[in-house]
């Protein structure tokens, strides 16, 4: 079953403030991570289920992207009733976040 990627308005300016920071528009290397960046949320038309559920929240997923340190989270839900997949939020992982203890 293949899904429809849509990418709300606050994921989009995340994804134009990431471009701006990392420089993509005039550093090749930059652009070619920004790109890659695309790609992965592009796959979530094939099977979307597969990443993991956010802690914060049972109906949201997320999945990372990267390498340390420029490793980014990208936040999304599903609609299976209109098999589409929204893109909510894409933010910078915080370096000590892996390291908090859980409760």
């Not at 606050?10 to 994804?15: C, K, S, T, V, Y």
């Not at 990431?18 to 993509?24: Q, V």
């Not at 592009?42 to 340390?68: D, M, S, W």
């Amino acid at each position: 079953m293949s899904y429809r990627v849509e990418i709300t308005s606050r994921a989009l300016r995340d994804l134009a403030g990431i471009c701006k920071r990392i420089d993509a528009e005039t550093t090749a290397r930059a652009a070619r991570w920004f790109d890659g960046m695309e790609k992965a949320i592009n796959r979530l038309e094939e099977h979307p289920p597969r990443a993991l559920v956010t802690p914060e929240h049972r109906k949201l997923r997320h999945f990372l992207y990267g390498k340390k340190p420029h490793v980014y989270g990208i936040i999304y839900a599903i609609e299976e009733d209109t098999s589409t997949v929204y893109v909510l939020h894409i933010h910078i992982r915080s370096p000590g976040r892996a390291n908090m203890p859980k409760r």
